[in-house]
């Protein structure tokens, strides 16, 4: 089992932003980071596969969130910029298996499917206010 740690969440105006990482304890084909909203599902924001780099973000994340890895340190970070109120929730780093997933033709090794997730971090709260 990967046990992860999440930190960096914080309070920022929109337009602003922040930086989370996540320490974890063994490397995994896929690692990502998720969030939920009071009231709403869990989704992911960005995933990472772990041997390529490649990495998958949904529409409401693509070109504000960077994800990035350093392998030696275990250790997942996500960059988070131009935040907007709806990106306030509870962020999750999370650890899984390699999955096939299609974004209209492109193809991942991990996409956004949460139950291919085993493990996951406590969270850390990010609140954006307008």
């Known amino acids: 089992q990967v046990q992860l740690v999440e930190s960096g969440g914080g309070s920022v105006q929109a337009g602003g932003s922040l930086s989370l990482s996540c320490v974890y304890t063994e490397n995994r084909a896929c690692m990502g980071w998720f969030r939920q909203a009071p009231g709403k599902e869990r989704e992911a924001v960005a995933v990472?596969?772990?041997?390529?780099?490649?990495?998958y973000y949904p529409d409401s994340t693509k070109g504000r969130f960077l994800a990035h890895q350093n392998l030696a340190k275990k250790t997942l970070y996500l960059q988070m910029d131009d935040l907007k109120p709806e990106d306030t929730a509870l962020y999750f780093c999370?650890?899984?298996?390699?999955?096939?997933?299609?974004?209209?033709?492109?193809?991942?090794?991990?996409?956004?499917?949460?139950?291919?997730?085993?493990?996951w971090g406590q969270g850390t709260q990010v609140t954006v206010s307008s």
């Open positions: 999370a650890a899984g298996r390699s999955h096939t997933y299609y974004s209209g033709s492109d193809y991942y090794q991990c996409g956004p499917r949460i139950t291919e997730y085993t493990d």
């Open positions: 990472r596969t772990t041997n390529s780099g490649r990495t």
